[in-house]
């Protein structure tokens, strides 16, 4: 198959064999778990029990809020302690509302229908409302709810399933590890996702540094001629849509548009593993396979960890760490967040915690911009950088955007082979949390003007409305007080 490679990238150091040569791990049921209502994009899930209730595995905690939402449901028995805020896997430290469950160590499921027919066979409608109720929202970083993705999708004229198995972020092999040890399981999602979104054919993209996972999933598909495997380069950050889309289709998604501009529906492996749970065994999604890496834990392992497990718990289970890291992060290197404290629970998004030695951080501090362009060169979206930073830096958020700000994806490659190593990511991370709150804030200025204008109408209708009937009234008592007239012969 050809090739159109995107623009840009670059090669970072993978440290992959810490984990790619070891089997997942079932980790432990952990003594609480900490839930939080918002473990995807939107608006947190408004919880249906209360303090001292005693819940199943499986069972829903909290349905899905208004607009764009997804449910949540307990990893396990037990009661709910209580509902509060814990610290959110956030670089900020800030908190965030979430259900803390107290497990009675029996796992005990709750009790559900098993389906009565085969989910091919169910009209796509009823699948979508499904994997919507199962919680189920991209596993790759993004943790857009899927099924609003998938009913988005089959408004349009959908050619493509392109399943993302690229994991391009040094260190994280759950993506790896899945794909070898459960392959036909996320076919049957792939298979499931197809179905839905009503669209033709299905690309398993893989980069070809797994060789074993390419293997398998090769396998597992040989059954069906309308999947293919698809091996791309190793190049980061290949595991992007956009860029992952270019390199196996040859189209680029517009700027401002979506995949499915070009035809394509995209979902991570992990999604789709889980869609197939969910369609096939009626399973929410209540656990994720997740890498805990680093130079800093002892015995580095891939584990499938219950939603709301706190990392440190993960950390511990895989022997702990040999010294204090100078580093947390939930996700990769590249884009992942910055933590700083163990007690961050396990989300639905994150595929892998890492505690890092000094000596795998850069540290050097930055120097002036010398111009040299290599943060254009490696740019995958085409931007320019060095001219987004200064403008984010002046507060200038319109120049900011009117270089590219909106399509920057903040894969960190800019960064990444700076000379000068300015945080450039930090720029326009900064620059697009700014440009959000105006935003929001423009958006409560308007709500509050249509409010006062709503009130200006209605007061001024109300007015309009009495001075009628008051000049009415005035009418009526004007003609009982006017004589009649006496007309004469």
């Given at each position: 198959m050809l090739f159109s490679p995107f623009r840009g990238g670059v090669h970072p150091d993978g440290f992959k064999e810490l984990t790619s040569q070891k089997p997942i791990l079932q980790a432990p049921i952990p003594e609480q778990l900490f839930i939080p209502l918002r473990q995807h994009a939107g608006s947190d899930a408004l919880p249906i029990v209360s303090a001292g209730e005693k819940v199943l595995k499986g069972q829903l905690l909290a349905r899905g809020g208004s607009g764009l939402s997804a449910p949540v449901h307990a990893p396990t028995s037990g009661y709910i302690r209580e509902i509060k805020p814990v610290t959110a896997a956030h670089p900020s430290g800030m908190e965030c509302n979430a259900i803390i469950l107290v497990a009675d160590g029996d796992d005990s499921p709750i009790e559900r229908d098993p389906f009565m027919e085969d989910?091919?066979?169910?009209?796509?409608?009823?699948?979508?409302?499904?994997?919507?109720?199962?919680?189920?929202?991209?596993?790759?970083?993004?943790?857009?709810?899927?099924?609003?993705?998938?009913?988005?999708?089959?408004?349009?004229?959908?050619?493509?399933?392109?399943?993302?198995?690229?994991?391009?972020?040094?260190?994280?092999?759950?993506?790896?590890?899945?794909?070898?040890?459960?392959?036909?399981?996320?076919v049957l999602g792939a298979r499931l996702i197809r179905y839905t979104a009503s669209a033709r054919k299905i690309c398993i993209a893989i980069e070809d540094n797994k060789k074993e996972a390419i293997s398998a999933m090769q396998e597992a598909c040989k059954s069906f001629d309308y999947i293919s495997v698809v091996v791309v380069p190793s190049r980061y950050p290949m595991g992007s849509a956009k860029q992952m889309i270019q390199a196996?289709?040859?189209?680029?998604?517009?700027?401002?548009?979506?995949?499915?501009?070009?035809?394509?529906?995209?979902?991570?492996?992990?999604?789709?593993?889980?869609?197939?749970?969910?369609?096939?065994?009626?399973?929410?999604?209540?656990?994720?396979?997740?890498?805990?890496?680093?130079?800093?834990?002892?015995?580095?392992?891939?584990?499938?960890?219950?939603?709301?497990?706190?990392v440190g718990e993960l950390i511990q289970y895989c022997g702990g760490t040999t010294e204090e890291p100078?580093?947390?992060?939930?996700?990769?290197?590249?884009?992942?967040?910055?933590?700083?404290?163990?007690?961050?629970?396990?989300?639905?998004?994150?595929?892998?915690?890492?505690?890092?030695?000094?000596?795998?951080?850069?540290?050097?501090?930055?120097?002036?911009?010398?111009?040299?362009?290599?943060?254009?060169?490696?740019?995958?979206?085409?931007?320019?950088?060095?001219?987004?930073?200064?403008?984010?830096?002046?507060?200038?958020?319109?120049?900011?955007?009117?270089?590219?700000?909106?399509?920057?994806?903040?894969?960190?490659?800019?960064?990444?082979?700076?000379?000068?190593?300015i945080p450039l990511v930090h720029y326009f991370q900064?620059?697009?949390?700014?440009?959000?709150?105006?935003?929001?804030?423009?958006?409560?200025?308007?709500?509050?003007?249509?409010?006062?204008?709503?009130?200006?109408?209605?007061?001024?209708?109300?007015?309009?409305?009495?001075?009628?009937?008051?000049?009415?009234?005035?009418?009526?008592?004007?003609?009982?007080?006017?004589p009649l007239k006496v007309v004469e012969d």
């Open positions: 989910p091919f066979d169910m009209p796509p409608e009823v699948l979508s409302k499904k994997i919507a109720d199962a919680g189920i929202v991209g596993m790759g970083g993004a943790s857009f709810p899927a099924a609003v993705k998938i009913v988005a999708a089959s408004k349009h004229r959908i050619e493509t399933i392109l399943i993302n198995g690229g994991e391009c972020e040094p260190y994280l092999t759950a993506d790896d590890l899945l794909m070898r040890e459960r392959a036909e399981k996320i196996v289709t040859g189209q680029e998604v517009p700027a401002g548009g979506r995949s499915s501009d070009v035809g394509v529906l995209m979902h991570n492996v992990a999604t789709a593993y889980a869609i197939a749970e969910c369609l096939a065994e009626n399973r929410p999604l209540i656990s994720r396979i997740v890498t805990i890496s680093g130079g800093a834990v002892a015995c580095p392992q891939n584990v499938e960890a219950l939603i709301g497990t706190p100078s580093r947390l992060l939930l996700g990769g290197p590249m884009m992942g967040q910055i933590i700083s404290t163990d007690h961050v629970p396990l989300i639905k998004g994150v595929a892998g915690v890492l505690a890092l030695k000094s000596k795998e951080i850069p540290s050097p501090s930055a120097s002036p911009c010398i111009r040299c362009g290599r943060c254009v060169s490696a740019c995958p979206m085409g931007l320019v950088p060095l001219e987004m930073a200064n403008h984010s830096r002046q507060q200038d958020f319109e120049g900011a955007i009117d270089y590219g700000l909106s399509d920057c994806i903040l894969c960190g490659s800019c960064a990444y082979v700076c000379p000068s190593h900064y620059a697009k949390d700014k440009i959000s709150e105006q935003k929001s804030s423009q958006r409560h200025m308007d709500y509050v003007r249509g409010l006062s204008e709503s009130k200006r109408i209605r007061l001024e209708k109300e007015a309009s409305e009495k001075a009628a009937a008051k000049a009415a009234k005035a009418s009526k008592r004007r003609e009982k007080k006017t």
